[in-house]
């Protein structure tokens, strides 16, 4: 269970030193140990091939790393932090001052808001560095990895939905470092082409690519069913419902037109829609007694035709495309039309993290739980169905149920 293993890592067991490091002036070479437990032992089962650099997987999940700090690096940070924070305490207790708990509170707020700054600025600058020593793909997958982290901060529950197999688990940690995905086929079982990730991805064949977008869709279904009620949601709705016509007037007499007799109104007249149909709809999501539609879109930004584009302006120019498709038809009707964007190892466009701000808010005020905790678990969801989706192109079957039969 490399997901167990990797957040009780994350979560519990690196608190253990680093809270001696916040209280005791440690010596950094005295946590040599734990770094080579890290480095040598840990990541390599865990990533189960040569990990990457120390200098990346010990940055925040934010800064495209794991949130596993090398120890001999921050036994000195740690403690001078913890120092800052109750430098009025420590002087008060030695009789150096008087306490004073507004001071107190106040050098608290300012020595958290110096500390996370200067954190950021180092994090930022040791990302920057380590990038340049790799090709603009490997940056790109990079940059795009460090937004895409919910997954790996959420503790796996049963409960909450949120584990992942092994096999889900190592695939994705392969893909958001760019590294080549163990044990593929050598040729697609759909298609026959030679196998990859790029064409596992892509390949429509088996419809594969259609599970993918289900997956997503039910766990935004499930998320706004627990943000509202089931009953508010649809599955498919028309995007353009039938009108009806003014009934045609009689033929005046003396005509040919005997199909309607004089003085009986015509049938009425009914436009014929497209047929065109939306992925859910949500009643009352932004606004009360107003439907609102969903059309959810899953893109390979690796794909040959945007990787010399920026992956954020590939997302947006998705929406784009779907709300000039659809978005004056949904208006018409006195409906709200919202494109749900998001690639395939889970970066959201912006419309998608409006609607799951939207969901968290709601569900954030049923469940009297904090906002920022309840978006991080609502994004982990998002993200964890994006990766069961792309694990199920990369390790399901496309041979036909037909296929087999005959």
Not at 130 to 143: D, G, I, M, V
Not at 364 to 369: A, E, F, G, L, Y
Request: glycine share 4%; hydrophobic share 35%.
């Amino acid at each position: 269970f490399p997901q167990s293993a990797f957040c009780a890592m994350q979560k519990s067991l690196q608190m253990e030193w680093q809270f001696v490091q916040r209280v005791t002036k440690c010596p950094p070479d005295s946590f040599a140990p734990v770094e080579a437990a890290l480095a040598d032992t840990f990541l390599s089962a865990l990533f189960q091939c040569t990990p990457p650099s120390r200098d990346l997987t010990s940055l925040p999940v934010k800064f495209a790393g794991l949130s596993l700090p090398d120890p001999t690096k921050t036994a000195k940070s740690n403690f001078s932090a913890s120092s800052s924070l109750i430098s009025d305490l420590s002087n008060s207790l030695r009789g150096i001052c008087s306490f004073d708990l507004l001071s107190h509170q106040k050098t608290i707020r300012e020595a958290t808001k110096w500390n996370k700054e200067a954190s950021q600025t180092t994090h930022e600058m040791q990302l920057q560095a380590h990038l340049q020593h790799h090709p603009p793909s490997l940056q790109r997958t990079l940059k795009r990895s460090a937004q895409t982290s919910n997954w790996l901060t959420i503790c796996p529950t049963t409960a909450s939905q949120t584990t992942l197999s092994a096999s889900e688990f190592h695939d994705s940690l392969y893909m958001r470092y760019g590294l080549d995905l163990l044990n593929l086929p050598p040729v697609c079982d759909g298609c026959g082409a030679p196998f990859s990730t790029n064409h596992a991805l892509q390949c429509k064949t088996g419809g594969l690519v259609i599970l993918r977008h289900n997956e997503v869709r039910d766990e935004l279904a499930a998320l706004c069913a627990a943000a509202f009620t089931p009953s508010a949601i649809r599955n498919e709705p028309l995007i353009e419902l039938p009108l009806p016509q003014p009934p045609t007037t009689a033929a005046p007499p003396g005509t040919s037109d005997t199909s309607t007799p004089p003085g009986v109104p015509g049938p009425t007249v009914v436009n014929v829609p497209s047929g065109d149909r939306g992925d859910l709809l949500v009643r009352s999501f932004y606004t009360n007694s107003m439907d609102c539609i969903f059309d959810i879109r899953i893109q390979d930004l690796d794909a040959p035709s945007y990787l010399t584009q920026d992956p954020e302006k590939c997302l947006i120019a998705s929406e784009n495309e779907k709300k000039r498709k659809y978005q004056q038809k949904c208006h018409e009707q006195r409906r709200t039309f919202v494109p749900f964007v998001v690639s395939v190892d889970g970066l959201l466009a912006p419309e998608a993290i409006n609607s799951l701000k939207q969901i968290a808010r709601k569900l954030s005020d049923k469940w009297q739980r904090p906002y920022s905790a309840i978006f991080g678990y609502v994004k982990s969801r998002i993200g964890i169905s994006v990766i069961r989706g792309a694990q199920l192109c990369l390790r399901g079957s496309r041979v036909h149920v037909t296929a087999m039969s005959n």
